[in-house]
Each structure stands twice: as C-alpha cells, then as structure tokens.
C-alpha cells in the first residue's frame, strides 16, 4: 500500500520557479523547498531572487538565485544551462513569472486601461512576458525533461483566464472609471491554451503539464477593492498569498501523477456563481 505523503515529497528532485521573488513566486518556491526540492528562484530581479533563496538556505533548505529575463532566449538558454550544470536536472518548472498590476506595483494602472486607448507598446510588452516568456522557459526546460523522460510542468494562470473581469469591482465612487487591462485576459487565456497543448503534445510520456488558477490574492489592495471583489466570491473574502500553496505542491508532485492538461482552480468559488 503506498503512503500517500510521501506521493507529496519532492525530495531529490530539482525545481524551477519564474518570477520567484514574486508575491506567489515567493511562496511556491518556499512550498516547493518544504517538500523536499531544491529549488531556483528565478527573476529579472536578481537581488530579489537572491533574498528569497538565502532565506530558503537560512532555513535548511536547497536553493539557489537566477537572474533571467523570461522574454530572452538567451537569458533562458544560460539559465537552464546552469542548473542542468550545477544539478543535473530539471523536474518541476512553475511559470509563474507575469506582468500583472494587482501583484507588481512596476506595472500598477498609471491610465484607466480603457481599450479604446490601450497602447500597443504596453499590449506588447505584456505579451512577450506572458504568452512568449512561458513559450521560451518551458521549451527550453522541456528539451531537458525528454532527456529524462519525466516531468511536472506547471502554469500559473487567472480566474480571468476563464472569463472576462467584472470591471465593476475596479470603480470607486468619485474616481475616474478604470479598468483590469485587456492584455491580462487575453494572455491568461493564452496560458490554458498553451497548456492543453504541451499536455496533449507530451501524450504517452511522464512529461504532465496543467495549470493552476487563482483567484484575487490580497496584495495590499485599497479597502474599496477587497470589499468589492469579495463580494464576488463564495467564500466572502480574498485569498491569502499560502492559499495556493498545497495546489502548486498537489501538481508538482507524484500525488497528482495522474492529472495532465487539467486547470486546477483555487478562487474562493469565484467561479461557482
């Protein structure tokens, strides 16, 4: 009879977090090293990425920082490189890395974000992280997990992925109208997409890839917002940043060794209405 806890351990396995020094980032690469995984924080951000692994390290754990620019080829080359150098493998690959207002205050609204207006240069920008950068990391890291025949590859995707945001939740009374930029349902559609893809393309192999949705994380939002977005939801609140956490650790993991090309959704019954 097998122990169902230890399908959740992920020791002597190596791990790979984009945008790791982000609000989530921070706290799957934490999970991730809890369960047993070396784990690289990888982000543009390289002292941020470096906090979040020393502090990892100063708890007992295997981590190590990556500066890597997702949208680069290059950049992911060396990156991937490097840990097959320093580890030998790569077995779970999260793509987290995103531009996303609500958890990067470098891409918080600046305009209303209306359409009408929307500028190309930001639609652009916001592609190549989101939809390209997944492409990049994931082909790269994927050359290496056919080479060993077995892998969990995870992307991190949005409620908003799987309908359009209720814009409503984003006014305030006396303010100018603004709204969740355009970009960020299109890619976050993108992801489940590219998900479905990889997943079917990998069909008859240990390779699984799915994705894990979010709902609204708090993330030091205005009192006027989480009173609006939580109203939207079954459970009556945001979640709190650890509530994805035992997801993330569910798909990287032998517990989910039967699961590909499946969306696993933590939103608080957000889209249970």
Excluded at 82 to 101: C, E, F, K, W, Y
Excluded at 150 to 159: A, H
Excluded at 203 to 213: G, K, Y
Excluded at 246 to 264: H, Q, V
Aim: aromatic share 10%; charged share 20%.
């Amino acid at each position: 009879m097998s122990d169902i806890f230890e399908k959740f351990s992920l020791v002597g396995r190596v791990a790979l977090v984009t945008g790791g020094a982000g609000l989530l980032g921070k706290e799957f690469c934490l999970t991730l090293a809890q369960a047993g995984a070396e784990v690289y924080a990888a982000d543009l951000n390289y002292e941020a990425a470096k906090t979040v692994a020393d502090g990892l390290v100063q708890q007992g754990f295997k981590a190590r920082a990556l500066q890597v620019d997702v949208t680069s080829p290059e950049s992911v080359s060396a990156a991937v490189e490097t840990i097959t150098r320093q580890s030998g493998h790569i077995d779970v690959l999260v793509n987290s890395a995103a531009m996303d207002p609500k958890f990067d205050p470098q891409h918080a609204q600046t305009s209303s974000n209306a359409f009408e207006d929307y500028p190309l240069k930001s639609w652009q920008d916001a592609v190549n992280v989101n939809l390209t950068g997944p492409f990049l990391i994931t082909q790269a890291v994927a050359r290496q997990m056919v080479k060993q025949g077995k892998g969990s590859i995870i992307n991190i995707c949005s409620t908003y992925g799987l309908g359009g945001p209720d814009q409503r939740i984003y006014e305030k009374p006396g303010q100018p109208k603004t709204f969740k930029p355009v970009y960020y349902t299109v890619t976050k559609a993108g992801i489940l997409g590219f998900t479905k893809y990889l997943a079917t393309y990998y069909a008859n192999t240990e390779i699984r890839v799915n994705a894990l949705t979010p709902g609204g994380v708090f993330a030091g939002h205005d009192d006027a917002f989480v009173k609006n977005y939580s109203a939207r939801t079954v459970l009556g609140r945001m979640a709190h940043k650890d509530e994805m956490n035992g997801a993330l650790l569910y798909l990287a993991s032998d517990a989910s060794s039967y699961m590909t090309g499946g969306n696993l959704v933590v939103d608080g019954g957000w889209t249970a209405w």
